[in-house]
């Protein structure tokens, strides 16, 4: 949630925050502003709405500095007014300050404060950051002091940078929310996230959990609290910045859903041997996993559906495997022991809920291994073991690419898996690998000749939409339901295909159509589902291959090649995301920035 951006160095500043606000609005476009300083002052910008509004009264206004930082903001305290925008002052304006993340004991911090005669102006919990700041400066504590001073006294999740008045240093420190720094030659960046700067830069540094970092135009100082310093290594992020650009196409989301084809090759390459039939992963020695007994994967959102499909893949290898949503598992999580392997699967490795759950498993004594597309994030670090999906950036809030890139790496962890712990796989990986290695090709097939816009345009405006499917079909009609939903704001849901007459079917009316997958793998119990929805008069869209029987009898047909069954899922699942593109684009949605949603959710 939220978006942080830095720059600190030679030039004039604003043109990097505003590029870094623009490449982070995907985190939260609720409001945005910039702080700077020019020798004379701080001087803040900030105004509610896109960042586009905020760059119309900076170019008016001429605001110019040397460093600066800046924040576009997802509201969780306070509504997205001016007043609520980030950057926050002290009542004097010589600190500013900008945060992600959320400020447990913000309440008593402001009471304490007000007491003592500071004035807040906004509804925020950060707003406490910048009046702790000045409360200290005010006793003759100098700033890096103040600073940590004021750090030491919040509780929760946060990533803060803050500049003080005549001191030429951005100061920043962060617990459970990301930071990275980006390096140049002529100076640094700081930002939640890597995209922010990576037109400048691809030399970063993962700040983590309790560091404090100074960032000056001539060097950068990482610290802990107490001001111990401390050693973090140097990466190169291996994503292009063109990757993080739409080029020619108009949203983020359906040039994302075009590169599948490239990210499942990248997600498979190396990982699999056609000839043999063999998965192997680098990260892994063999017998790995030979004391596995049962596997638990932890995940939210689109994450849990992918993780979902991976239980499936598990259990249809042989191996004991559930899925479980990485918010209940921290209030209830089920017993695990030093032979049950805990995996979080999450896009960005820094989602809150999936954090809190990979922590709980590690304190119960669990062998822990993160899926994630971040090779720096807080994920990856703090699991025993990392498995990297290698999507390349996903810039639009709705997950399409990494969806497809986790299911497929979760579905060859399972093969691995069963192996180790097993001696054998029952998943039938040797069947399937013909197809596994043509997997990226078919999805330019499904992509060249889709027919999504033409249903999109038929059922422009119904009351609900339902998605049916049974095995790995399941999480895709989950999955499918939760893109229309995101993108579109119309009323969508997904169901286990044998479960809709056990309740849902009453619901069903000839304004519901039904999005029905057919995988290949009891097909037949999927058509009569299908069937029974139809007799209500719903209108059924199948979603299979030509010459399959469900083509016969549903209303419309969306094509997917022929496929093992362990992979029509993944195929169905672009036709779903390019339905759900073109409904949302007919409807004038927001489909890179659905309304009350952020990329990457940082808060629990």
């Not at 983020?252 to 699999?272: D, H, V």
Request: proline share 4%; charged share 25%.
């Amino acid at each position: 949630m939220c978006g942080i951006i830095g720059r600190i160095g030679d030039g004039d500043a604003i043109d990097a925050l505003i590029t870094g606000l623009e490449n982070l609005e995907y985190r939260g476009y609720d409001s945005a502003g910039v702080a700077v300083q020019n020798g004379a002052g701080i001087k803040v910008q900030k105004r509610s709405g896109k960042v586009d509004a905020l760059k119309e009264s900076i170019e008016r206004g001429r605001l110019r500095g040397e460093l600066g930082i800046g924040h576009t903001r997802w509201s969780t305290h306070g509504p997205p007014t001016d007043e609520n925008a980030h950057p926050h002052t002290d009542s004097t304006t010589d600190v500013a300050v900008v945060h992600n993340g959320i400020i447990e004991n913000y309440a008593a911090l402001r009471e304490r404060l007000s007491e003592a005669g500071h004035e807040f102006t906004s509804d925020t919990d950060t707003e406490v950051v910048p009046h702790l700041i000045q409360h200290y400066l005010d006793e003759g504590v100098e700033s890096e002091m103040a600073f940590r001073r004021a750090i030491e006294q919040l509780e929760g999740s946060y990533a803060i940078a803050a500049i003080c008045h005549g001191e030429p240093v951005i100061y920043a420190a962060r617990q459970g929310s990301p930071l990275v720094v980006g390096l140049d030659g002529d100076g640094y960046y700081l930002a939640s996230d890597v995209p922010a700067f990576l037109e400048y830069t691809d030399t970063v540094v993962y700040l983590q959990d309790g560091d404090v970092a100074i960032l000056r135009s001539n060097g950068l100082r990482i610290t802990d609290l107490e001001g111990t310093a401390v050693s973090r290594d140097r990466k190169t992020v291996d994503w292009d910045s063109e990757e993080t650009g739409k080029g020619e196409f108009d949203h983020y989301m359906l040039k994302e859903i075009t590169e599948q084809p490239t990210s499942l090759a990248q997600a498979i390459e190396g990982r699999f041997d056609a000839e043999e039939g063999r998965v192997h992963f680098e990260e892994f020695d063999r017998g790995s996993f030979a004391d596995v007994d049962q596997v638990l994967l932890v995940a939210c959102g689109t994450s849990y559906h992918a993780a979902m499909y991976g239980s499936v893949a598990l259990r249809r290898a042989g191996v004991n495997a559930s899925a479980m949503l990485a918010n209940e598992y921290s209030l209830s999580a089920p017993p695990v022991d030093e032979r049950t392997l805990v995996v979080a699967v999450t896009q960005s490795g820094e989602t809150a809920d999936t954090l809190g759950a990979l922590r709980r498993a590690n304190e119960q004594g669990a062998p822990t291994l993160a899926v994630t597309n971040v090779v720096g994030s807080t994920a990856a670090r703090e699991a025993d073991e990392r498995l990297f999906i290698r999507a390349g950036p996903e810039i639009g809030v709705a997950a399409t690419k990494t969806f497809s890139s986790q299911a497929v790496v979760l579905t060859l962890l399972a093969h691995r898996i069963a192996r180790d712990a097993t001696g054998f796989s029952t998943l039938g990986i040797e069947e399937i690998s013909a197809e596994l290695e043509r997997l990226p090709s078919r999805v330019d097939e499904v992509l060249a000749d889709s027919g999504a816009e033409a249903i999109a345009r038929r059922y422009p405006d119904e009351r609900s939409y339902f998605f049916i499917g049974r095995g790995l079909g399941y999480p895709v009609a989950l999955e499918g339901a939760l893109k229309f939903k995101e993108i579109t704001y119309e009323h969508a849901e997904g169901f286990a295909s044998g479960e809709l007459k056990h309740g849902p079917l009453a619901l069903v009316t000839p304004e519901t159509p039904v999005f029905a997958i057919f995988t290949g793998r009891e097909d037949e119990k999927t058509l009569k589902n299908a069937e029974e929805a139809a007799t209500r008069g719903a209108p059924i869209v199948a979603i299979c291959p030509d010459g399959h029987q469900a083509a016969d009898v549903a209303d419309a047909q969306l094509r997917i090649p022929e496929t093992h069954p362990t992979l029509a899922g993944l195929l169905a699942t672009v036709q779903l995301q390019l339905v759900s593109y073109h409904a949302a684009d007919l409807l004038n949605r927001a489909i890179d920035k659905p309304r009350n949603l952020a990329k990457s959710v940082t808060v629990e």
